[in-house]
């Protein structure tokens, strides 16, 4: 148990006491699966010849497994932080309220339902898409507007230039005749 209590200095908190308390559990239990008895159902032929070393290894072996179970929880442990991350957890419960009647913390509600954030994106880019497409619609109706008032005003030139050519065609025919 010495390395269940290094563990136990490393890691504070209720989340950390209780995934503590798994390993323990679940290493005991395995430990106590794995009797001296099933042992040496296992090995028939050397528990004949060596009883009672056979029953050693089997303590031995139980011992080395359980050390090493240990030292790897605490090695992933380290590696993934897991300590600060439940300690982290353990904060945000206790931010929590907890209700007055039933004694049990509370869990906010979300803010919107799932459907309501997707619908609320969606409209979102929807509106963005038409602000830029309205944009682009006003460009276009602006750049619409200089092309007809360009229009206009060459339709207005060949219009005097084709009055002057009538003109020039009456004086002409009026001369002539």
Not at 133 to 141: A, G, S, V, Y
Not at 144 to 154: I, Q, T
Request: glycine fraction near 2%; hydrophobic fraction near 35%; include cysteine.
């Amino acid at each position: 148990h010495t390395l269940l209590n290094n563990m136990a200095s490393l890691q504070d908190g209720t989340r950390a006491r209780k995934l503590r308390q798994a390993l323990e559990k679940a290493l005991a239990n395995t430990v106590k699966a794995c009797h001296n008895a099933k042992f040496r159902e296992c090995f028939p032929k050397l528990t004949i010849q060596h009883g009672p070393a056979l029953d050693d290894l089997c303590t031995q072996l139980l011992a080395v497994y359980s050390q090493n179970v240990q030292q790897e929880f605490l090695v992933i442990s380290h590696e993934a932080d897991i300590s600060s991350k439940l300690a982290a957890l353990d904060n945000l419960l206790c931010e929590q309220s907890v209700s007055v009647q039933t004694g049990m913390r509370r869990v906010p509600p979300p803010s919107l339902s799932p459907e309501k954030e997707i619908r609320d994106m969606c409209v979102k880019e929807k509106r963005k898409e038409k602000e830029a497409m309205t944009k682009r619609l006003r460009e276009l109706e602006s750049h619409n507007g200089l092309l007809e008032s360009e229009l206009r005003s060459k339709r207005a030139r060949w219009s005097a230039f084709d009055d002057v050519v009538s003109q020039c065609q009456t004086k002409c025919l009026t001369a002539s005749e």
